[in-house]
């Protein structure tokens, strides 16, 4: 049998799943919202064409207006100024959007502290435990945050000092960022780095960092208490939009049962 045959085998047989690790995509999810002077990006919103009516008797269809930075989401290189010479998300190979996904489970820590960042130890001991990353993999970091989503307030989560939310360190996204199999870096919170992490030096070092190197970002994902340590297939697919600087997209995961 194919590989290929194989594949489309166990999903039939139920031997591997389908997981879909996206945020439902409406005007109430949860999206990033920065403090003046910045401009802000806007959620979903759907206009209808025709519903069944007389623009469209037989047919119901809508237009959308939806940020390319809202709900669970990519980030493309060019989406920061230390990638901007890099790919927008049309001219992302999509080999690398298919890939191993390995999960750094800190929901414990997180549980304790929402201003949890990732170390490079954290990294070396998942290392040491399970073997190098895998080549093209998309690091998922499973903090139990997306529990929080049904609600903006505790998904961001903000005080006077800002949002506090999880994240990665300086040294902890050069860290990733310098890692030749590291395809991209996915998170349960609405961006890829920390809430606190415009105090980090420089700031916002996960985008400063990875998608300065050609690593891509993925936000607001679910389910990852659902996605085993190592062994799972993510798949990610945002639209292609050409010159965009990020696109909102389903993410899944092929898991095999034991
Ligand atoms: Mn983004």
């Known amino acids: 049998m194919s590989t290929l045959a194989a594949l489309t085998a166990a999903l039939a047989d139920g031997s591997v799943t389908v997981l879909d690790l996206t945020t439902p995509l409406s005007g109430d999810t949860p999206i990033l919202n920065l403090p003046q002077p910045f401009a802000n990006t806007v959620g979903l919103s759907l206009s209808e064409v025709s519903n069944f009516d007389d623009n469209g008797p037989g047919w119901a269809w809508n237009d959308i207006t939806v940020g390319e930075h809202a709900g669970t989401h990519l980030d493309a290189p060019v989406h920061w100024i230390t990638g901007r010479d890099g790919k927008s998300v049309d001219a992302i190979e999509p080999a690398r959007l298919v890939g191993p996904a390995i999960v750094i489970d800190k929901s414990a ?3 304790e502290n929402p201003d949890f960042v990732l170390e490079p130890e954290h990294f070396e001991a ?3 435990e399970h073997g190098p990353l895998p080549a093209n993999c998309w690091v998922l970091f499973r903090t139990g945050w997306s529990a929080r989503g049904a609600s903006a307030e505790t998904f961001l989560n903000a005080d006077e000092q800002g949002p506090h939310t999880p994240g990665i360190s300086v040294a902890g996204a ?3 960022a310098g890692n030749a199999s590291v395809s991209g870096f996915g998170v349960e919170t609405v961006g890829i780095d920390a ?6 030096d420089p700031m916002f070092p996960a985008h400063h960092f990875l998608l300065g190197a050609d690593k891509y970002g993925l936000t607001s994902l679910r389910n990852l208490d659902q996605v085993p340590v190592t062994g799972a297939t993510l798949v990610v697919s945002p639209l ?5 600087t990020g696109s909102p997209t389903r993410a899944l995961a092929l898991v095999e049962n034991a």
């Open 109 to 111: 820590e997180v549980a």
């Open 126 to 128: 998942w290392e040491a």
């Open 174 to 176: 050069q860290w990733l």
């Open 195 to 200: 809430g606190q992490a415009a105090t980090f």
């Open 240 to 244: 292609p939009i050409v010159g965009g």
